[in-house]
């Protein structure tokens, strides 16, 4: 029987537990204690190291939990999720190559400042690999894992809270099917997680317990902790209609609640219908609830009400035993909120199905690889000794055989010498044609530019409207050149489609910036927008620099609009050479 510690650092609290684990998947708690972190700013790496340390000794003590490999996970706030789907296109390295292209064009912060890893979540509709990429940054993490080190425990897996609570409900519910949504209410955000077969949506909506308690300390006018009180001894979730509470505190709370509740239930139902937008999936049959303001009384009957699906708490311990030294009390109270810690000790056991994903820093990686293979060399090292040993008995007491042996292994060591010989000439050969392979892989990456380029450009434009000119601009060469090849292209839309195009498009800005004005937006405005976000061009920030970044030219017709865009592409990343050429499937991605 082994032990598993789980630690989730939350944007409130951070909760250590202690598992056993016999066989490969019978887990059991034994232990789990708490502490707040209100003092702790997750996002800086400086109020991690410094405040992190004292929290979790502090729960160790107070629960008796000593130190043992620990799997650790990071919260919404500290990670970049990305779901895309990836062509079935040649072997395993070629899928390694386009889901790091994938990272490259969508993580916003240098490759070298960021720790990643993906996994294949399946084959979607249309035959392409649903693939989830999460990445963070690598001094947040390492801010956490060099915290938890110094208190004497060992990272073994930095998990993802959204993934680890995701694998957590599929093992309280085998067989779980249809489109289903989790809501993990903590005190500063509420993660939602839509899952459907394959298909993973989240979205992180900033509206949680701490803007509850904000909106009573306004509404009463006490501090943030007397507001906290309040919340916790008379709030509930009112559930509308002209009732009132007898006592006019309890009924002010309750509404203020379900107020900022309304915002809460908006939000979702914007995700949600963005979800079956963009990718087709079917709408949620239930409901689950976890986090620690999932205590609220009637929340579930509140969404159950307002969202009109089957609504309920996410029950961690279904399929969990608990230990006897457990405060069964305390348990009943704190099953739903430790969703996230079962999900995080299932990633030490064998269970099928579930979403792997580890951030360890590379160093932490390799200290790990280095630590299982100390057994090994202890062992080698004693069987030297062993030999070593034997040696000089044997030639003491038999000095023409040892000879003999002696002269034998020199006549190998001589047949070895002439096969290193032929092997390092062979290397020779083998990176001579990796050179080759490499140089091939450059220059078909460079025949694929022009295609995305264009692709680029025709997926920025509107519909109805179609390129009708590309002019190649070389660099100009001068000493104030930058190197980069520019194009000159006039694209031609019919006027009535543009027309309907702007008009969708502000739409569609309306709806998902309620609280915003459109400003003063035409086709060629959009159009830009989208060439910019691609990726493809090489611009500068037009606010920021003072200029305009892309030259429009308008020329009305009588039914067709022309527009001129002029800019520079970006540079093309080469291919490294050195990259290799596997990597381990459960750190794919990982830089």
């Known amino acids: 029987m082994s032990r598993i510690l789980t630690l989730n650092i939350g944007a409130s609290k951070a909760t250590l537990a202690e598992y056993s684990l016999s066989g490969k998947r019978n887990l059991t708690l034994t232990a789990y204690g708490s502490a707040d972190l209100q003092t702790v700013d997750v996002n800086d790496a400086m109020s991690i190291a410094a405040s992190l340390p004292p929290i979790i000794s502090q729960i160790m003590r107070e629960t008796g939990i000593h130190p043992a490999p620990l799997v650790v996970s990071l919260g919404g706030q500290m990670v970049f999720p990305r779901f895309a789907k990836i062509a079935p296109v040649g072997d395993a390295a070629k899928l390694e190559q386009l889901v790091q292209y994938e990272v490259e064009q969508n993580v916003p912060f240098p490759i070298d400042e960021i720790v990643c890893d993906h996994q294949f979540l399946g084959t979607s509709a249309d035959g392409d690999m649903a693939t989830m990429i999460v990445a963070a940054k690598l001094d947040g993490v390492r801010a956490v894992t060099d915290a938890v080190a110094s208190t004497g425990l060992k990272p073994v897996v930095v998990d993802v809270s959204q993934m680890a609570v995701l694998n957590a409900l599929r093992y309280a519910n085998p067989g779980l099917a249809g489109s289903n949504v989790i809501l993990d209410i903590g005190a500063k955000t509420t993660n939602l997680i839509l899952v459907e077969d394959e298909k993973i949506y989240t979205r992180s909506i900033p509206y949680a317990g701490n803007t509850i308690t904000k909106e ?42 379900r107020t900022v509740l309304t915002r809460v239930h908006a939000e979702i139902s914007r995700s949600i219908n963005f979800y079956r937008s963009q990718q087709g999936g079917a709408a949620p049959s239930r409901i689950f609830l976890t986090g620690g303001s999932v205590r609220l009384p009637q929340l579930d009957q509140f969404f159950m009400e307002t969202l009109q699906v089957n609504v309920e708490y996410l029950n961690p311990f279904t399929s969990v035993r608990v230990g006897g030294k457990v405060d069964a009390a305390s348990l009943e109270s704190d099953a739903f909120t430790l969703a996230e810690s079962v999900g995080l000790a299932l990633r ?17 990686v390799a200290q790990a690889r280095n630590v299982r293979r100390i057994p090994f060399l202890v062992f080698g090292a004693a069987c030297l000794l062993a030999a070593l040993g034997l ?49 091939l892989q450059k220059l078909m990456r460079t025949r694929t530019v022009a295609l ?73 405005r959009i159009i830009k927008q989208k060439i910019k976000a691609s990726g493809i061009a090489a611009l500068p920030d037009a606010d920021a620099q003072g200029g305009e970044a892309v030259s429009v030219e308008l020329q009305p017709g009588k039914s067709l609009e022309e527009i001129t865009l002029a800019f520079k592409f970006a540079p093309v990343k080469s291919i490294d050479s050195n990259a290799p050429a596997k990597k381990n499937k459960n750190r794919r991605g990982r830089r």
């Open 216 to 257: 009573i300390a306004q509404a009463f006018g006490c501090s943030f902790e007397e507001a906290e009180q309040l919340k916790l001894e008379r709030g509930y979730v009112s559930l509308g209609g002209v009732t009132e509470d007898e006592d006019e505190i309890t009924d002010r709370v309750s509404k203020i609640i």
């Open 348 to 364: 030490q056991t064998d269970v099928p199905g579930l979403i792997r994903i580890d951030l360890m820093p590379p160093e932490l």
């Open 391 to 439: 040696g000089i008995v044997m030639q003491n007491r038999e000095c023409a055989v040892a000879k003999a042996q002696l002269e034998e292994v020199q006549a190998q060591n001589s047949a070895l010498e002439s096969k290193e010989k032929q092997l390092k000439s062979v290397q020779g050969q083998e990176k001579a044609e990796m050179e080759n392979c490499d140089k």
């Open 452 to 524: 995305a380029r264009v692709r680029a450009v025709q997926a920025s434009l509107l519909p109805g409207m179609w390129i009708s000119k590309w002019e190649h601009v070389p660099p100009s060469g001068g000493d104030d050149s930058d190197g980069l090849e520019g194009v000159k292209i006039v694209v031609c839309g019919w006027k009535d489609a543009m027309k309907a195009g702007l008009k969708k498009w502000k739409d569609d800005w309306k709806q998902l910036n309620p609280d915003r004005k459109v400003g003063n937006v035409n086709v060629a």
